[in-house]
């Protein structure tokens, strides 16, 4: 089956929130533990300081680190928002390709070059309803939606085909 990729922020983004949610952890747990550590030390300095008659340097500095955590956690939340964008730009070209998916292989043509892959370099995936990610690595997976393919037919039979030869794949609702 032909497949039309066509990627754009939106599917980008989608796809990113899916990742999370399965594989996300250790993202979630950096957004929130670097700025816990940052409040943790600065009260621990704005404490030290408190004892003192006369506030010295460390409760300032106490107040830059919790003012560098709020920047941090915010600065990640909108990073993470845009992420879409981001790559999007990097990829340039190559945000725009056509694939052939057989039972055995990914045939991807790029301007450039054509690459072949078998349904062995994945090994991981994700099914929802309007998109498919497919996992070569831990964090490095290749996106489908829906709009990619000729007819609803052809993303059904596509989303069989991982099932038939992915064992880990996952199905979202």
Do not use: C
Not at 107 to 128: E, P, Q
Not at 159 to 167: E, H, L
Request: cysteine-free.
């Amino acid at each position: 089956m032909e497949v039309k990729v066509r990627l754009n922020e939106q599917i980008i983004n989608q796809s990113l929130q899916l990742h999370y949610r399965y594989f996300g952890s250790s993202h979630k747990r950096r957004l929130l533990l670097v700025p816990v550590i940052l409040i943790a030390v600065s009260l621990y300095l704005m404490y030290t300081e408190m004892k003192k008659p006369v506030l010295g340097t460390n409760f300032y500095l106490g107040i830059l680190y919790i003012v560098f955590a709020v920047a941090y956690y915010f600065y990640m939340l909108y990073r993470m928002k845009n992420l879409g964008k981001t790559l999007l730009k990097s990829l340039g070209e190559n945000g725009n390709f056509d694939m052939e998916i057989t039972d055995s292989t990914i045939i991807t043509k790029l301007a450039s070059s054509t690459t072949s892959s078998d349904w062995t370099v994945f090994k991981n995936a994700i099914i929802s309803t309007d998109i498919v990610l497919l996992y070569q690595q831990n964090n490095t997976f290749s996106m489908f939606e829906k709009s990619f393919f000729n007819s609803e037919a052809d993303f059904s039979s596509f989303k069989n085909i991982i099932t038939q030869q992915i064992s880990n794949a996952i199905q979202h609702s």
